[in-house]
């Protein structure tokens, strides 16, 4: 478009230069509207259920005999955010140690997912967990008793994992 | 002396050395898992093959020539193993050409075939050396299809430490330390081909003084501490370079913390001192009283309770004191325990300020700790450095053997204690009760604290810098490991990525930074409200006063203590020859 004939003068037609019409013509507009089918999700009654590739906050696996986690360490090391605590104590499951404290502060998160790639059990995934509320700061750091979710509610995202990782 | 061609480089080396010796000597890693310079040799683990050559002879006996001039190698049909070759004039070894790298990595097949890859949860990840030759000398690609072999994963070899069978590569590393160096022949390896494991002998476990030394020894992780499984992982703690205080040889060793607390002590090679050695003993309690029980902040006594106040007034407190009492009166204890700098600060404020001559250290003394390698009788790390100092007694005033009998007579009414506890007596810890007034430096509550009138909440040697004497004269200089409000972040500490990006807002980052101020510090603050005058800002200034003022010490500075690895006293200008100092693994992180 050339710019130098973007003048008022050409823009403006006579009838949008008296306003009157225009105005009658948008509330025309919003009238049709009112009649036509919605798309409003009556949210948080109405969610929406994200894919399997969807990123919401990370969660801890849980299987019957309890996490899968080994308390290796290696997502609080690749966190960029360090938003990730671990401490690992012994169990006398096969697996030797398990994380006797892990939390995620979901105030440093970044949802980079970089954690569930870097687990070499995977332990720790992403889930379809979107809307996070907290009231204050320690509420925002989440403890195993939060990021503990079954397995078959994860199956989602295992499946993409797999078949995309 | 033969000269041998290593990777190109030409070095020198005296006859009868073998191969890697030569050249750990001139700073060339070759890889090896079962080598160790201070063991014998076993040649069992194959990763040390390397190609080697000698220069071609003509059948006159003259050596044959290139084009060029330069001879013709004419290299072994095999290849050979260069911990075990003895090196010889004109030897050529390649450690990176095809031959050495195609062997290496064989060898890195071989060893991983039944290792159980469970590097998430063993101790060693970080400082494995099997780690370590993955990155550098495999291409990480197994051909082996068959199910790996199990074995035992969770065997106590001794009360101190734990065998994993299934990471155990069998270099014997460990039975070798515990027939060699620690003297107890009950390790052994038991079975044959790939079911072999290291076990103790029936009836027998391993519980020598030296035990957990294999822990480090060992290439992998199928030795690890009990006292330390899974507290940390390596790369979570920040390592700083310390002195152990358990006994008069101070070993070097380097304190492992996280969040602030000490989760382990490991040995540092120093070959002057404890090579690469240290006893369980000193690894397993001298942290516990860092990271417990300690004296929270300075306490003064009033209507009979201590109640936390603060440095300035608890200074006051202590100074107002001692201005009650005669010369005389006053006993000032000094501390084997403490460092030359909290000693040489304390007999100057005792002689300078207090101009009193009554002034001695206790001793700890204890026969049955001491043994032919490195423990030693004298249980304090800095008897000789207190003496020297001037912190021990003149002989023109009370000493701590007579201390006793002045206190139960009340000719000594008060008395100024640093770091000591008493401990082995009771008559003292009962007479304590008697003295009018008792100041005291103090790390951890004891019964000296129960008594005292005055507490100043002290650093343990993890949070001071400063030097000690061992027994072999050797001053030798530590540094804080664990942040306290006084050392914070001042002081050049390693530190982990945790301790460098955490904030306020992280509970991790939250280990306690402790309100306890180093000895010297505490002499200085009571010092100066009675006419003394200092104003020293670190150890370091406090250290070069001492050299200026103190002859044997004459010349010293930290820098030279660190750059030697510590000095022995009169000798600061004539140090022992440098030497590439071995060291296992390479890739430690922090
Ligand atoms: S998603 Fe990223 S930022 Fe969040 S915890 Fe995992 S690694 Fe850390
Ligand atoms: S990486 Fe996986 S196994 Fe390791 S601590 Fe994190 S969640 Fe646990
Ligand atoms: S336990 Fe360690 S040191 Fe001992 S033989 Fe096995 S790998 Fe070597
Ligand atoms: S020998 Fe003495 S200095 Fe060495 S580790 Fe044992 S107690 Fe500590
Ligand atoms: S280091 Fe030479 S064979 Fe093991």
């Known amino acids: ?165 | 002396m033969p000269q041998i061609t290593i990777d190109g480089k030409r070095i020198e080396a005296s006859a009868g050395k073998t191969i890697i010796e030569a050249a750990t000597e001139s700073g060339i890693m070759i890889p090896h898992f079962c080598w160790h310079p201070s063991l014998s040799v076993a040649g069992n683990c194959r990763m040390c093959l390397v190609n080697v050559g000698m220069p071609k002879r003509a059948p006159d006996g003259s050596t044959e020539r290139n084009p060029d001039g330069s001879p013709v190698i004419q290299y072994a049909p095999k290849m050979q193993i260069a911990c075990a070759t003895p090196i010889a004039d004109g030897m050529v070894v390649e450690l990176s050409d095809k031959r050495t790298e195609t062997a290496q990595n064989a060898v890195m097949e071989f060893l991983l075939i039944n290792h159980p890859l469970d590097c998430p949860i063993c101790d060693e990840a970080g400082t494995c050396k099997l780690q370590e030759y993955s990155f550098t000398h495999s291409v990480g690609k197994s051909r082996f299809d068959d199910p790996k072999w199990h074995k035992d994963k969770r065997v106590p070899l001794g009360p101190n430490v734990m065998y994993d069978a299934e990471r155990c590569i069998l270099c014997s590393r460990c039975i070798r330390f515990a027939d060699e160096v620690a003297e107890q022949h009950v390790l052994t390896f038991v079975e044959r081909n790939d079911h072999v494991y290291v076990d103790t002998f029936p009836g027998v476990t391993f519980d020598s003084q030296y035990s957990m030394n294999t822990i480090e020894l060992c290439p992998v992780g199928a030795l690890t501490s009990r006292d330390f499984r899974f507290k940390a992982r390596v790369w979570e703690m920040s390592f700083n370079d310390s002195i152990c205080p358990g006994c008069s040889r101070g070993c070097n060793m380097q304190i492992g913390v996280r969040d602030n607390q000490i989760q382990r002590l490991e040995p540092q090679t120093n070959m002057h001192v404890n090579q690469y050695w240290m006893c369980d003993h000193g690894r397993l309690t001298q942290y516990d009283f860092v990271n417990t029980n300690r004296v929270q902040e300075p306490m003064i006594r009033r209507d009979g309770q201590l109640v936390p106040v603060s440095w300035d007034e608890a200074y006051k407190a202590a100074a107002n004191l001692l201005k009650r009492y005669k010369h005389s009166e006053i006993m000032v204890v000094s501390s084997s325990r403490a460092s030359n700098e909290d000693n040489y600060m304390l007999a100057n404020f005792a002689r300078k300020t207090l101009k009193t001559e009554n002034i001695d250290f206790p001793l700890h003394t204890d026969e049955s700790f001491a043994d032919s390698l490195l423990r030693t009788a004298d249980r304090s790390p800095n008897s000789r450095g207190a003496s020297e100092t001037g912190a021990g007694n003149s002989r023109r005033g009370v000493d701590f053997a007579h201390l006793l009998a002045r206190i139960n007579s009340g000719s000594i009414k008060a008395l100024y204690v640093m770091c000591e506890d008493f401990a082995e007596s009771a008559e003292m810890t009962a007479a304590l009760g008697k003295v009018e007034t008792l100041i005291v430096h103090a790390s951890n509550n004891n019964a000296v604290t129960a008594a005292a009138h005055v507490v100043f909440a002290a650093s343990t040697y993890a949070e001071a810098g400063g030097t000690y004497v061992n027994v072999q004269k050797r001053v030798q200089h530590f540094r804080p490991a664990v942040v306290t409000q006084e050392n914070s972040r001042t002081t050049g500490m390693k530190m982990s990525r945790w301790d460098k990006f955490g904030t306020q807002y992280d509970r991790w980052a939250q280990g306690e930074r402790r309100n306890c101020r180093q000895n010297w510090n505490i002499v200085q603050g009571v010092a100066n409200l009675l006419g003394g005058d200092w104003h020293f800002k670190s150890s370091e200034d406090v250290f070069s006063d001492l050299a200026h003022h103190v002859a044997p010490f004459k010349g010293m500075t930290y820098e030279l203590l660190d750059e030697h690895q510590g000095l022995i006293l009169d000798r600061a200008d004539s140090p022992e020859p440098k030497k590439e100092v071995y060291k296992s693994f390479t890739m430690k992180p922090n």
């Open chain 1, 1 to 165: 478009m050339n710019v130098t004939k973007n003048t008022e003068k050409e823009r403006m037609t006579f009838w949008e230069k008296i306003y009157l019409p225009e105005i009658a013509r948008g509330l025309g507009l919003t009238l049709k509207q009112m009649f036509k089918p919605t798309f409003v999700r009556q949210y948080p009654e109405e969610r929406w259920e994200p894919l399997g590739s969807y990123r919401g906050r990370p969660v801890l696996v849980l299987e019957e005999d309890g996490e899968r986690c080994v308390a290796c360490g290696l997502c609080a090391r690749v966190c960029p955010a360090l938003a990730i605590e671990v401490r690992a104590s012994e169990t006398e499951q096969e697996k030797e140690r398990y994380p006797m404290l892990f939390e995620i502060n979901m105030l440093r998160c970044i949802y980079c997912g970089f954690c569930e790639e870097v687990c070499p059990e995977e332990a720790i995934v992403m889930s379809k967990d979107y809307d996070l509320v907290f009231t204050s700061t320690e509420d925002a750091v989440l403890g195993k008793d939060k990021l503990l979710m079954p397995v078959e509610q994860l199956q989602d995202r295992l499946e993409f994992l797999r078949r995309w990782r």
